[in-house]
């Protein structure tokens, strides 16, 4: 019976645990800060804090530019 216990719980993938607990400590924050969204008018991939959103559509400051002229 012990050896059976112990055999299982070499079996347990305790890796993975550990890694996913590590992903949501390191997550939070920094992802939020300068996530890059893709610009609808050029392609361009530019952080969120530069892009703007316009029927429902990513624009990005400069392409904006164009459009308010
Ligand atoms: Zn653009």
């Known amino acids: 019976m012990t050896v059976e216990v112990s055999e299982e719980i070499r079996d ?4 993975k645990m550990f890694h996913i607990e590590h992903v ?4 939070p924050e920094k992802a ?3 996530e890059s969204v893709k610009c609808s008018e050029c392609g361009e ?11 429902g559509k990513i624009i990005c400051i400069p ?3 164009e459009v308010n002229k």
């Open 24 to 27: 949501e400590i390191d997550l």
């Open 63 to 65: 392409c904006l530019g």
């Open 32 to 34: 939020k800060i300068y």
């Open 45 to 55: 991939m530019v952080s969120e804090h530069r892009s703007r959103v316009r029927n």
């Open 12 to 15: 347990i993938p305790y890796n």
